[in-house]
Each structure stands twice: as structure tokens, then as C-alpha cells.
């Protein structure tokens, strides 16, 4: 399903999606920038059928002094929780 623009959300009838990022901020911080997103999809009719987020790099951030957060992220360890969350994603739909 191709979407043009975020206003342009189609409603659907429990079609399934998932919610994957990366971000300068991780943790539980993470929940609040998933939280627009998740109940956007919500309301437009989406089951969500999981989420990641992992560390990356993070070029701006006004109280880390050099600038740069997560230097080196996603790495390979962040890679490889990736492929684990995709290949769970990949048996949900197969055995729906």
C-alpha cells in the first residue's frame, strides 16, 4: 500500500502494520515517540503487530556537548535485534 502524505493515512479494516525506527533517544522515551504514530494507525483501523526502535546516530542534541549521540548505531548487535523483530513479524503474517 502506497501512502503519498501522513494526512493521507487510508482507513482500513484491521490490516496489519508495524512501527520500526531508530533514534538519537532510547528507552522508554521511545514509547512517547511511537505514541502519535501507534494511535494514528489506531484510529485509521490498523492492528499493530509490533515495534522497534533501536539506537542511531543522533547528530544534534543541544545538551550532548560534541553534538553526536550513538556514534557508530545501529551496529551490528542493533542489526541483528532487527533481523529477530523482522523474522517475528514474518511468522505472525504467515500464520495468520
Do not use: W
Request: charged share 25%; with cysteine; glycine share 8%.
Amino acid at each position: 500500500m502506497k501512502i503519498s502524505a501522513r494526512n493521507n493515512l487510508p482507513h482500513v479494516n484491521n490490516e496489519k502494520a508495524f512501527i520500526f525506527s531508530t533514534s538519537g533517544k532510547v528507552g522508554s522515551i521511545v514509547s512517547t515517540y511511537h505514541q502519535s504514530l501507534r494511535e494514528r494507525l489506531l484510529s485509521r483501523g490498523f492492528q499493530i503487530v509490533g515495534e522497534f526502535n533501536c539506537a542511531g546516530f543522533d547528530a544534534y542534541d543541544v545538551l550532548d556537548v560534541d553534538g553526536h549521540l550513538n556514534k557508530g548505531r545501529p551496529n551490528e548487535d542493533d542489526l541483528k535485534q532487527a533481523e529477530v523483530f523482522a523474522y517475528g513479524l514474518k511468522k505472525i503474517v504467515n500464520d495468520a
